[in-house]
């Protein structure tokens, strides 16, 4: 009898064990997801980000269901630079993967500043992990080491050593300014020299001239390097050489642009200056003008570079 107990526990234990395992087989799939949407997405900002080169920007979205044909509704959130191509992505039947693009105007960007934009769909139609509000900026590819110029208006320049009715007067040289900026700027050719002047003018009338590079000056000038330009003028048949000041400290800026371009039509800017020519060598004013006797000059005068037009 004591006996038949065991076995009798036995056989309701075994019981009760199966039971719980059917309980458990019959609610599993309470823990099984099944998507009441097509579980949409945008895919994450590319690890480069978004380059404004001049290309169109591309988002991408992905869907985790695709049984049927999807027509769905994405906005582009007003105030950016940019211009969506469509308004209702469509995925096809067995297609899980669509794109939108965004346009912008390439001729309003600058360097260095970041164009944000939001682009959304509807949340319903969201993956329980999904993104249905998609937030990144564009910014442009921009480096100081390979500046991109484009005219931009025209200079012409003056040195009053010579006096009045030199030939500076009536010549005019390209003024470039660097794409994406409204700051690097570059004279092409400056004084038919062959050389462009490169420089940077802030918005406080900080000039810096970057380029060309300090050329050591003759010993009859005496004088630490300076920046070198054999002109396209001449005193009795010899060309002159132009030696401008590398002292940032001495050049003045005047009438520079408040707000935007910093070169504008009527702004100027000056430095200490030098001529020579080979057989004379330092040239003063003397050579030039009435009012200067032998000796009374040193040669340096202030070399001006005005804005003539802009483009």
């Not at 036995?10 to 309980?23: D, E, N, R």
């Not at 049984?67 to 959130?77: C, F, S």
Request: glycine share 8%; with cysteine; charged share 20%.
């Amino acid at each position: 009898m004591k006996r038949m107990k065991s076995i009798y526990r036995i056989l309701l234990s075994a019981v009760a064990t199966l039971s719980l395992l059917t309980a458990v087989s019959c609610s599993q799939d309470e823990y099984i997801y099944t998507p009441d949407n097509n579980c949409v997405t945008f895919q994450d900002i590319p690890s480069s980000g978004f380059k404004l080169d001049g290309n169109v920007l591309v988002v991408e979205l992905t869907r985790g269901v695709a049984d049927a044909d999807l027509a769905l509704g994405v906005t582009l959130e007003p105030g950016s630079i940019y211009t969506i191509d469509k308004t209702t992505v469509n995925f096809p039947k067995g297609e899980y993967k669509a794109m939108v693009n965004l346009s912008y105007d390439e001729d309003a960007l600058e360097a260095f500043v970041e164009y944000p934009f939001v682009l959304k769909f509807d949340a319903n139609e969201a993956s329980p992990t999904g993104i249905s509000t998609f937030k990144a900026v564009g910014q442009v590819p921009f480096s100081l080491d390979d500046l991109q110029y484009e005219d931009y208006g025209t200079v012409y320049c003056e040195n009053y050593m010579f006096g009045s009715g030199y030939d500076f007067e009536g010549k005019t040289y390209t003024l470039q300014v660097a794409k994406y900026t409204k700051n690097y700027y570059r004279i092409k050719n400056l004084l038919g020299s062959g050389i462009d002047m490169d420089f940077f003018l802030a918005a406080d009338g900080t000039l810096e001239i970057t380029a060309p590079m300090e050329s050591p000056t003759p010993d009859d000038i005496n004088s630490y390097d300076l920046y070198k330009f054999p002109t396209e003028f001449t005193h009795n048949g010899e060309q002159i050489t132009l030696w401008f000041d590398t002292d940032a400290d001495y050049i003045q800026v005047r009438d520079q642009g408040e707000e935007g371009y910093t070169m504008i039509e009527g702004t100027y800017f000056s430095n200490y200056s030098v001529c020579s020519i080979p057989s004379v060598g330092l040239l003063t004013a003397d050579l030039f003008r009435d009012d200067y006797a032998p000796g009374e000059d040193d040669g340096w005068w202030r070399f001006y570079i005005n804005v003539d037009t802009v483009f």
